[in-house]
């Protein structure tokens, strides 16, 4: 039986910067032009952590009933270990996803009725990348929905949201922040080709092999440093949110290494504090500025 600390666990909490980062972003983006509304970015907030949990435990289900994670490293798998029955874990991602469709409910009654599609598009994407009967993250588009929701539509939603309108230096942001919650996922997957190629699971690292998944990453975080240096157009003081360099490079050196295994776990963790720190500072640049 699973205990509190394995529910935890199987939540990815290192997976969860993921969550924060965009809403971050978004709302220092949102105060930049004196338009930031404090509860509808707590809400915002809501709305992706539970989302991330959401896919979280949805994964781990979907995995773990279709074999994948029998013989995965890294983080507990709940299903694939055996130490919660599906129905269970597969209950635990519904009522994720539903406190973050309710949240996402009262944003939209407060902002633009439309945004219930786009949350409704986002909910059905959380189950859809290893769940129903053709997941799309094994296909290889796992990163593509990661920097579509966990980036674009995660900072922009939360600017538009607060200030009714979206700026440049929000999609900018936007862009950045995608990026590195691709990485994060790049990571993971980068760890698991071995594992995935065998059982069938092609996401984007199986199809480009680990060399060129290892480029991948390094790419991703230029792309996030070139969206900061982009931003200094906006104010200097977002290059506060340059200090990311400092736990993406100690990610960077271990990918470039060749590491492979449980040896890339940190990565995770180093990759998801890159992104804490870099949204981090572009809000309070943005808000400063």
Request: proline share 4%; with cysteine; hydrophobic share 60%.
């Amino acid at each position: 039986m699973a205990s509190l600390a394995h529910w935890v666990e199987g939540a990815r909490p290192r997976t969860l910067p993921a969550a924060v980062a965009p809403v971050l972003a978004g709302t220092g983006a949102a105060a930049a032009v004196d338009e930031a509304v404090w509860w509808k970015a707590l809400l915002a907030l809501v709305v992706s952590l539970s989302l991330q949990v959401g896919v979280n435990y949805a994964n781990d289900y979907s995995d773990g009933v279709r074999g994948t994670d029998a013989t995965r490293v890294g983080p507990v798998r709940l299903v694939g270990s055996g130490l919660a029955a599906p129905a269970t874990v597969r209950t635990a991602a519904y009522i994720a996803l539903g406190v973050g469709a309710l949240a996402g409910l009262v944003l939209a009654a407060t902002s633009a009725w439309w945004l219930l599609a786009l949350g409704a598009v986002a909910v059905l994407a959380a189950w859809g990348y290893t769940g129903g009967a053709r997941p799309y993250g094994y296909r290889g588009l796992g990163e593509v929905a990661v920097f579509v929701f966990f980036g674009l539509v995660a900072v922009l939603g939360t600017t538009y949201t607060q200030a009714s309108r979206v700026t440049w230096p929000a999609a900018v942001a936007a862009i950045g922040v995608g990026a590195l919650a691709t990485a994060i996922l790049v990571a993971n997957n980068l760890r698991d080709v071995p594992t995935d190629a065998s059982a069938g699971k092609h996401t984007l690292a199986v199809l480009l092999g680990a060399a060129r998944t290892r480029w991948l990453f390094a790419g991703l975080l230029a792309l996030a440093a070139g969206c900061l240096l982009a931003l200094v157009a906006a104010t200097p003081w977002v290059l506060v949110g340059g200090l990311f360099v400092l736990p993406a490079a100690r990610a960077l050196r271990v990918v470039r290494s060749g590491a492979s295994g449980l040896a890339l776990v940190p990565v995770l963790r180093d990759t998801g504090l890159a992104e804490l720190v870099y949204a981090t500072g572009i809000a309070l640049g943005l808000g400063l500025g």
